[in-house]
């Protein structure tokens, strides 16, 4: 049982350029998010989705954009790469969004830089 | 924007002591209580979640959470230097864009020294 899977691990980008970040899920969850964590700013939620078919903006949304591709993946593209994105990137799910008792599942993290 | 804080540490204590981590809260309403360690260059991982008032035990860690003072904490006794991480503490937003979603503080880093 994988988990949380998220590629890549590591990415270095110029200032400009575009990626995506893949993340994919195999506990059947129905919510997924990404946060981005920087130091001194704690972990901080970029994009989320309840459930398969919808998205929304979390707490800093600027600068990218989502797709919940199936109830299994939910990918983060970042369309014109800023050096202030540079950060730490985890993808997340749980069960159900506003369930109580479903707590938070991470994957492993893409570190991203952008020079 | 409810908040969640904590202090940033670093926390440090003598291994087999207790560490005692505490966290505050803004949203008088949150019902659903967490907290994970996170290694150094790691990603997060679960080790208590609590969700009624009172003390909740799991091994070497105690959660405790008083709702009316809006307070949860994290005890380790018999802290091991294994332990040294740092422990974020998350609370369960319940308004607008942020219901079902978990708000975390930025972290407590905690060391044990041998």
């Known amino acids: 049982n994988a988990g949380v899977t998220q590629t890549p691990k590591f990415q270095v980008l110029k200032t400009g350029q575009s990626m995506t970040l893949q993340c994919a899920q195999d506990m059947n969850h129905n919510s997924m998010y990404w946060y981005r964590q920087d130091p001194g700013m704690g972990l901080r939620l970029i994009y989320y989705?309840?459930?398969?078919?919808?998205?929304d903006k979390g707490e800093v949304p600027n600068g990218y954009n989502v797709s919940r591709l199936n109830k299994r993946e939910f990918s983060l593209r970042l369309e014109s790469a800023a050096p202030s994105q540079t950060s730490v990137y985890f993808c997340?799910?749980?069960?159900?969004?506003?369930?109580?008792?479903?707590?938070?599942?991470f994957g492993n993290g893409t570190r991203l830089t952008v020079t | 924007q409810k908040e969640v804080e904590q202090n940033s540490g670093p926390l440090s204590v003598p291994e087999g002591a207790i560490a005692s981590l505490n966290c505050t809260y803004s949203d008088r309403v949150s019902q659903s209580f967490f907290w994970y360690r996170q290694y150094s260059g790691k990603s997060p991982e679960l080790i208590m979640s609590i969700y009624s008032n009172g003390d909740k035990e799991d091994g070497r860690f105690t959660a405790q959470l008083n709702k009316a003072s809006q307070y949860v904490s994290l005890l380790i006794r018999d802290s091991q230097p294994s332990d040294s991480a740092t422990y974020l503490c998350a609370v369960m937003g319940n308004y607008g864009g942020s219901q079902g979603n978990l708000i975390f503080g930025k972290g407590t880093k905690l060391s044990v020294k041998p």
């Open positions: 989705s309840a459930s398969e078919g919808t998205t």
């Open positions: 997340a799910s749980k069960l159900e969004g506003g369930y109580m008792y479903s707590p938070l599942h």
